[in-house]
């Protein structure tokens, strides 16, 4: 095995590679067929969603991916999506956001067999992006309004307003 790793002689086979990738892999994917029903979930997947993926399989995808049907994706018409802001539901009902992309599943006379979903927990992102926002407006230290807030708060109101007719200086 060590000569094999250290000269490179490992085949690197859509066989060998990909339950390697499947494993590996940081984003959840879920395959279904063309009824909706689960074929195959990664880990991270079953992690994401908190069951086991004996649990998963089988089930229908709208138990996880409940905005599937109002999503542009449609198995029959191979409408998909290339990358959507959804969520994908745990064992317990909570919504984790993600972004959702699917690609279809064919087999060799390129017929429709099923979707391949991918869903990226963007969480961590959102919660940036809210401090980033946060940031913009309040006072890190104290949690007070800013200049940024104040002058946009008064410019609103002064638009809002079609009486005053008045600049205002600072």
Request: aromatic content about 8%.
């Amino acid at each position: 095995a060590f000569t094999t790793w250290n000269y490179r002689l490992v085949d690197y086979s859509p066989e060998y590679a990909a339950p390697k990738v499947l494993e590996t892999m940081s984003d959840a994917l879920i395959v279904c067929d063309t009824d909706g029903e689960i074929q195959l979930a990664n880990e991270t997947a079953a992690k994401k969603i908190g069951h086991r993926r004996d649990k998963i399989l089988g089930s229908d995808i709208e138990e996880y991916l409940p905005e599937i049907t109002e999503l542009p994706v449609k198995v029959r018409d191979v409408e998909l999506l290339e990358e959507k802001r959804t969520f994908l539901l745990d064992a317990n009902g909570n919504e984790i956001d993600v972004i959702l992309s699917s690609s279809p599943l064919t087999d060799a006379q390129n017929r429709l067999t099923g979707i391949v979903f991918i869903a990226r927990d963007i969480r961590e992102r959102l919660e940036a992006e809210e401090r980033i926002q946060q940031l913009e407006y309040y006072n890190s230290v104290t949690g007070l309004p800013n200049r940024k807030y104040f002058l946009e708060e008064i410019g609103e109101t002064l638009d809002d307003n079609d009486e005053y007719s008045g600049e205002l200086y600072y």
